[in-house]
DNA sequence: CAAATAATAAAACAAACGTTCAATTAATTC
DNA sequence: GAATTAATTGAACGTTTGTTTTATTATTTG
């Protein structure tokens, strides 16, 4: 009826978002009910009060820690070549990775956006806007330099990301194809949309998509 | 306190399946209430009850037309040409239209499948897998004759899929873009990503997209 | 115009919800 | 080993939930 033997606060934090990450990815974040969550981390509801002042602090918590986990993969492995051809792979690898990986957490960023108040969508709305800037950079600098052959970068970037995390609603590991597959293919059809090609000098072009399925 | 003047079973039916589809669009299923429903269409939550037996029921209605309305549209708008290009295209064209035009009942059959009971979840299902497999026959179809050029049938479907349903996420009626120009990008991407050509008889190779824009 | 039917309101139900509070025990500090 | 702090329980709070029941009124039918 108190504090029970070997009870660590750290990893009982852990435990519950862990395990809320869990529960709102499969039931929604409205029909998971407290009690179900608290249940699940083998505590009682009103523990989770010590670590989230209220159900809404966790799922922001949640989707904040999420997006700048997404900020913080692009910003390590974006290269350092200006090749825009190079850049989008880049880009394409570690969004397909991180979604795939933390196909929960991405459930929950991308579905429960509602449930946020006002100014706490808007924060992270904010930091999703910053991410895909990133991407439309990287399609109008090729576009400048005339390796991308694209109609409107705006427009190119949402049907790229919308179609990339895609990913998360059909790919299940372990069954037809690996990660290493997906990844090559969406490589493919990301350079075949922007028209990707490579000026050799001999007037022949080359679609960059089949180098970059050789190095995923 | 009792039937009201003018009131009409088969009005109410439908503002109450109108109000529903903006509310769980909006706040989402669980969020929803049945007497937030009610105020809506200006009832009390007990009227609802006359229309549909339960708050699942109702959900479940709306999804499963909507899902008919897809398939009915698609059937409508099939084309009876062999030509796995021009058929790709009107799959396109019609997808994007009817997906623009239901933004609000596509986010709920979207969104929503997982307050769903299992079979109904299933049945669902089953609807939307048949309405894919029309888009991987196309495909199929398009790779046998050596129209298109594609690494995995079913992986480029779901990319496709995704790719085009994205586009209620980020378009608004009225802004930057009109329906006419966003179904024209979204064409010319897709026949790039399926690497579509249509072989002239000279050698030389042209894009289909370039053909496909000027129907748009 | 009376009888039957359709459409609603109003009130109530038990269950579940997020959250708070006080009490209690484990672990840590001095 | 006593005092302090950390972690949790159990019970309770007021709301809200989906749904049912009963009564009441508008409309349609004969």
Redesign the pocket.
Same mark, same amino acid.
């Given at each position: =009826? @108190? /504090? *029970? *033997? $070997? %009870?660590? $606060? +750290?990893k *009982?934090e852990a435990a519950v978002r862990e395990a809320a990450v869990s529960l709102i990815a499969r039931f929604g974040y409205e029909a =998971? %009910? =407290? /009690?179900?969550l608290a249940a699940e981390v083998g505590?009682?509801? @009103? @523990?989770l009060? /010590?670590y989230f002042? *209220?159900? +809404?602090d966790l799922l922001f918590t949640l989707m904040r820690e999420h997006m700048e986990g997404l900020s913080a993969a692009w910003e390590a492995a974006r290269p350092t070549t200006a090749d825009p051809a190079r850049r989008l792979a880049a880009y394409v690898r570690n969004h397909i990775a991180f979604h795939i990986e933390r196909r929960h957490a991405t459930h929950v960023s991308n579905m429960e956006l509602r449930s946020l108040s006002h100014e706490r969508l808007t924060q992270i709305l904010r930091m999703r806007t910053a991410y895909e800037k990133e991407l439309r950079a990287v399609l109008r600098d090729g576009v400048e330099t005339g390796v991308f052959d694209i109609d409107d970068t705006g427009l190119t970037a949402m049907a790229l990301i919308q179609m990339m995390t895609g990913v998360i609603v059909w790919f299940r590991p372990g069954e037809r194809l690996s990660v290493a597959e997906v990844t090559a293919s969406y490589l493919s059809m990301t350079m075949r949309l922007v028209g990707a090609r490579i000026d050799t000098g001999t007037g022949e072009e080359r679609h960059v998509h089949e180098h970059a399925q050789l190095r995923a």
């Open positions: =009826m @108190a /504090r *029970t *033997t $070997g %009870s660590d $606060g +750290e *009982t =998971m %009910s =407290m /009690r179900q505590v009682q509801a @009103a @523990a009060y /010590r002042p *209220t159900k +809404e």
